[in-house]
């Protein structure tokens, strides 16, 4: 009896010890399955998150196809890596509407982590900057005020020197020391390049130069192209039959020391264009009052006096120690900027 009881134990506990075991191998299979999940989970996060980011990317090419000019409805598909380990399909179709803007859609991704948007392109226009200077912009110790934006696909350097409400630093060569308020845009401005106004255009006056009051003949431009005959401001330069149109071409030095332009009128009656310099020309503006916009993107200009309400773009600009710059922008140009198609809208939505 007692050999029985002891066999019995023994079965008994061998029985424990293999519920015990299996207990142990579903509960791992379980551990195993939860395991698996919680990868497949995982990737299907990352996938729904590159997806996301790969739409953008699709939106962004589409964008750029418009805004190079496209003028019929289009469709597109590319292949992107999207911070993802594999490969992510992407793809764009863009619908031109009546009024001239566009309705895009964007989708990106596979099965159930595909991602999609519905977007509205549109024209806008970006307000000119006050000051942008391509290459380099140098404020020591200015005793101005300059208000609105300052930018620079260069340099720029302020030395305890107001620098506007906002500072654009376009492109990754772009640098600023002083800056308060830097915004940094992934490219470069673009620069259009300066060519001869087309005709209708007029004769420089005689001996180049600008005094008392001027014709804006309604915007015919006045081209001066005579490089041995400096373009000079003189005195109060008054504006009648505005806006008025000056081209400069290029190697024609530009004097605007101590003269008073367009002080009555707003910003957009006046228009003076420099041509680059080639060999050297220079270009000055000592003691200057003015109202109008500036382009001479290829011209350096240093000055100790200057009050301009407009836009100045310039190559570079310096200001020595202690001088006076003042600026300010001017409502009445505020539609004369850069127009291209942007996103003016967008919205997640289901894929097709």
């Not at 500036?294 to 301009?308: D, H, Q, W």
Request: net charge negative.
């Amino acid at each position: 009896m007692a050999r029985a009881r002891t066999f019995a134990a023994e079965r008994g506990g061998v029985a424990i010890t293999m519920i015990v075991l299996m207990v142990v191998v579903l509960a791992s299979g379980a551990l195993v399955v939860r395991s698996l999940d919680g990868l497949r989970d995982t990737r299907r996060d990352g996938e729904r998150a590159g997806a996301t980011a790969a739409v953008e990317v699709a939106l962004a090419e589409a964008l750029a196809r418009i805004d190079l000019g496209q003028a019929t409805s289009f469709t597109g598909s590319d292949v992107v890596s999207a911070g993802t380990p594999d490969e992510m399909p992407i793809l764009w179709d863009a619908v031109r509407n009546a009024d001239g803007s566009w309705s895009v859609y964007a989708e990106a991704g596979v099965d159930d982590a595909r991602r999609a948007a519905q977007a509205r392109v549109a024209r806008e226009i970006a307000p000119p900057r006050t000051l942008f200077a391509v290459d380099e912009l140098r404020l020591d110790r200015n005793a101005g005020v300059i208000e609105g934006t300052v930018g620079t696909n260069g340099r720029l350097k302020a030395i305890a020197s107001d620098l506007g409400d906002q500072q654009d630093l376009a492109g990754p060569a772009a640098t600023c020391v002083g800056c308060d308020n830097p915004i940094v845009l992934a490219t470069p401005v673009e620069i259009d390049d300066i060519v001869v106004p087309a005709a209708p255009i007029r004769s420089c006056p005689t001996d180049a130069e600008f005094r008392g009051t001027i014709d804006g003949a309604g915007g015919v431009p006045i081209v001066c192209l005579d490089p041995s005959t400096p373009v000079t401001f003189i005195g109060i330069v008054e504006v009648v039959n505005g806006p008025l149109h000056v081209h400069v071409g290029p190697d024609v030095d530009v004097v605007l020391d101590g003269a008073q332009i367009n002080v009555d009128l707003d910003a957009s009656q006046l228009r003076l264009v420099i041509d680059d310099n080639g060999t050297g020309a220079t270009f000055s503006a000592e003691t200057t009052l003015m109202k109008g916009v500036i382009e001479a993107p290829g011209r350096t200009l240093e000055t100790e006096g200057f009050a301009l309400r407009g836009s100045l773009l310039i190559g570079t600009y310096r200001q020595p120690g202690g001088g006076l710059l003042t600026m300010d922008d001017d409502a009445a140009i505020a539609d004369t900027g850069d127009v291209s198609f942007r996103l003016v809208g967008w919205e997640p939505v289901t894929p097709r």
